[in-house]
């Protein structure tokens, strides 16, 4: 396989076989990354669709090559943002669904569930952590945000999870 | 029980997931149109013979007197271009006034400058609402199409969803842009652009007229990347002053038997154009990339940016534009292609 640097190189003199190959090296982050931030699979397939033709038409305003990785995942921030600022998206669970599923299944769901309630700023600053793999200093400079922002938005972020997770059990956790 | 939230959370946000097939539908269609779009491109760059476009050398350029004017034009023409720069200071360029406005943007055509290899353009764009052009904002950039007095498209720097209006019949290479001014005091935004073409066939402006679709702000590390202003602004390209020949320079071959054969070198005001093949066809475009220069008597060497490949009964055909300009008036250069050959050309 090409590296990311050559095949860059290829797609900016308009080599489209090449950037193919550079987005299919990227495509699983990418489809986590989409997935995580909406809930329907049309919604997901939109958003990619919109955000590798706007890289394609757009690559050669990308100054840096080192930071394509970082770039494309912006876009696809953006895109997403924009699917739902156009829906007002909330997500739904079929309840027919949920007493077929098994004991762990059920539980993942609730994990789940919980993920998606959570406020579109947390749910960004997870996916950069654990999906694109930034840490909370290069989070700060992708968002435009002091690094301390973003480590108490990822620590808020997590217990507000874990209190919504664990709510229909009874259990309050206070990580405070 | 639910006893490992961490433990569980990490795997929630880290586990791999199997991309669903109406996902999967998109992404491959997606990546075919991609595909198509890149063939198309590609296609403008296919090699087309055609006559000797001579036009070229029914017009001039201004000779720009002041100084000043000489340095300011220099400034915004600035893309590294040795020939270029020298075509600047030999006075080839138009002044031009020509302004429109809409969506409260004003845009200028300040000067260009054309010949057969390569086409400047230096516009000013002017916000209403400097606010517009904030601290995240890298690079101001236009949809443009540029139209002859014949209706015939000479180049569309548009984007692939927008469709082509003309036939690629002069078959621009490349285009670079730049902007060596871009101020949030005051709202304006120089925009420089440089259009190529490896082949030489690009036409005498006459008439001609920039249409402007849309302006593209671009931003970096901001949830809002680019911000699109669509509207309409025509400005109208000065016509070459008919006051003084353009100079042209043809050179042949010393010795027509060398294995690198060229059958065609003009040396142009920006730049001079070599067409040259060699009995060998080649799997890619390495043993002519950074391989190719050109040598003055002087010992200065003249290397080329890029250039466009193509095959033809066996043989690998090149064209490229090369920094040496019609004012260095060279009577003997010399063109060497490491790891296959030189050739020395004389004037004709």
């Given at each position: 396989?090409?590296s990311?640097?050559?095949?860059?190189?290829?797609?900016?003199?308009?080599?489209?076989?090449?950037f193919?190959?550079?987005?299919?090296?990227?495509e699983?982050?990418?489809?986590?990354?989409?997935?995580?931030?909406l809930?329907?699979?049309?919604?997901?397939?939109?958003?990619?669709?919109?955000?590798i033709?706007?890289?394609?038409?757009?690559l050669?305003?990308?100054k840096n090559d080192?930071y394509?990785?970082?770039?494309?995942?912006?876009?696809?921030?953006?895109q997403?943002?924009?699917?739902?600022?156009?829906?007002?998206?909330?997500?739904?669970?079929?309840v027919?669904?949920?007493?077929?599923?098994?004991?762990?299944?059920?539980?993942?769901?609730?994990?789940?569930d919980?993920l998606?309630?959570?406020?579109?700023?947390?749910?960004?600053?997870?996916?950069?952590?654990?999906?694109v793999?930034?840490?909370?200093?290069?989070?700060?400079?992708f968002?435009?945000?002091?690094?301390?922002?973003?480590k108490?938005r990822?620590?808020?972020g997590?217990?507000?999870?874990?209190?919504?997770?664990y709510?229909?059990?009874?259990?309050?956790i206070?990580?405070n | 029980?639910?006893?490992?939230?961490?433990?569980?959370?990490?795997?929630?946000?880290t586990?791999?997931?199997?991309?669903?097939s109406?996902v999967?539908?998109?992404?491959?269609s997606?990546?075919a149109?991609?595909r198509?779009?890149s063939k198309?491109?590609?296609n403008?760059?296919?090699?087309?013979?055609?006559?000797?476009?001579?036009c070229?050398?029914?017009?001039?350029?201004i000779?720009?007197?002041?100084?000043?004017?000489?340095?300011?034009?220099?400034e915004?023409?600035?893309?590294?271009?040795?020939?270029?720069?020298?075509?600047l200071?030999?006075?080839?360029?138009?002044?031009s006034?020509?302004?429109?406005?809409d969506?409260?943007?004003?845009?200028?055509?300040q000067q260009?400058?054309?010949?057969a290899n390569?086409?400047?353009?230096?516009?000013?764009?002017?916000?209403?609402?400097?606010r517009?052009?904030?601290?995240?904002?890298?690079?101001?950039?236009?949809?443009?199409?540029?139209?002859?007095?014949?209706?015939?498209?000479?180049?569309?720097?548009?984007?692939?969803?927008?469709?082509?209006?003309?036939?690629?019949?002069?078959?621009?290479?490349?285009?670079?842009?730049?902007?060596p001014?871009l101020?949030a005091?005051?709202?304006?935004?120089?925009?420089?652009?440089i259009?190529?073409?490896?082949?030489g066939m690009?036409?005498?402006?006459?008439?001609?007229?920039?249409e402007?679709?849309?302006?593209?702000?671009?931003?970096?590390?901001?949830?809002?990347?680019?911000?699109?202003?669509?509207?309409?602004w025509?400005?109208a390209?000065m016509?070459?002053?008919?006051?003084?020949p353009?100079?042209?320079?043809?050179?042949?071959?010393?010795d027509?038997?060398?294995?690198?054969?060229v059958?065609?070198?003009?040396?142009?005001?920006?730049?001079?154009n070599?067409?040259?093949?060699?009995?060998?066809?080649?799997d890619n475009e390495?043993?002519?990339s950074?391989s190719?220069?050109?040598i003055?008597?002087?010992g200065?060497?003249?290397?080329?940016?890029?250039?466009?490949m193509?095959?033809?009964?066996?043989?690998?055909?090149?064209?490229?534009?090369?920094p040496?300009?019609?004012?260095?008036?060279?009577a003997?250069?010399?063109?060497?292609?490491?790891g296959?050959g030189?050739?020395?050309?004389?004037?004709k």
């Open positions: 396989m090409e990311v640097k050559v095949l860059l190189k290829k797609a900016k003199k308009g080599d489209g076989e090449a193919v190959a550079l987005v299919q090296q990227y699983d982050v990418l489809y986590r990354m989409a997935s995580r931030m809930t329907n699979d049309e919604d997901v397939a939109d958003a990619m669709q919109e955000e033709l706007s890289a394609y038409e757009r050669h305003t990308l080192a394509f990785n970082t770039w494309i995942c912006k876009i696809l921030i953006n997403c943002n924009s699917v739902l600022n156009k829906h007002n998206h909330f997500s739904t669970i079929d027919d669904v949920l007493p077929e599923q098994l004991h762990d299944d059920f539980q993942k769901l609730e994990l789940e919980a998606n309630s959570l406020n579109k700023d947390y749910k960004i600053a997870f996916i950069l952590y654990y999906i793999g930034l840490n909370s200093k290069e989070i700060g400079a968002l435009k945000e002091p690094e301390g922002n973003i108490s990822l620590s808020r997590k217990t507000l999870l874990r209190n919504n997770y709510k229909s059990e009874g259990v309050f206070n990580e | 029980m639910k006893t490992d939230f961490k433990k569980e959370f990490k795997q929630a946000m586990e791999e997931k199997e991309i669903p109406a999967r539908k998109s992404l491959d997606t990546y149109s991609i198509t779009q198309m491109k590609k403008r760059f296919i090699w087309k013979r055609v006559t000797a476009a001579a070229a050398l029914l017009f001039t350029g000779l720009l007197t002041n100084e000043r004017v000489i340095a300011n034009i220099n915004f023409f600035k893309f590294g271009d040795k020939g270029i720069e020298r075509a200071d030999e006075g080839f360029a138009q002044d006034n020509s302004s429109a406005s969506q409260d943007v004003t845009i200028t055509l260009n400058f054309s010949d390569k086409i400047g353009m230096s516009f000013q764009l002017e916000f209403e609402d400097p517009i052009l904030d601290a995240d904002v890298t690079d101001v950039t236009m949809d443009f199409r540029l139209k002859n007095g014949d209706g015939e498209y000479v180049d569309e720097f548009i984007p692939d969803t927008k469709p082509l209006k003309g036939t690629n019949k002069y078959d621009a290479s490349g285009i670079a842009m730049h902007n001014i101020n005091k005051t709202g304006k935004v120089q925009f420089d652009v259009i190529d073409s490896n082949k690009l036409p005498c402006l006459q008439d001609a007229v920039v402007i679709e849309s302006i593209n702000v671009f931003r970096v590390f901001a949830f809002e990347t680019l911000k699109k202003i669509d509207g309409k025509d400005l390209i016509n070459q002053d008919m006051g003084k353009m100079t042209i320079i043809e050179y042949t071959m010393d027509p038997s060398s294995i690198i054969q059958s065609s070198a003009k040396a142009s005001p920006t730049s001079l070599l067409i040259f093949s060699v009995d060998e066809i080649f390495s043993p002519f950074h190719m220069k050109f003055d008597k002087d200065n060497e003249y290397l080329t940016d890029g250039f466009n193509d095959e033809q009964n066996n043989q690998t055909i090149i064209a490229a534009n090369f040496i300009t019609a004012y260095h008036n060279a003997k250069i010399t063109f060497v292609l490491e296959i030189e050739v020395k050309l004389l004037t």
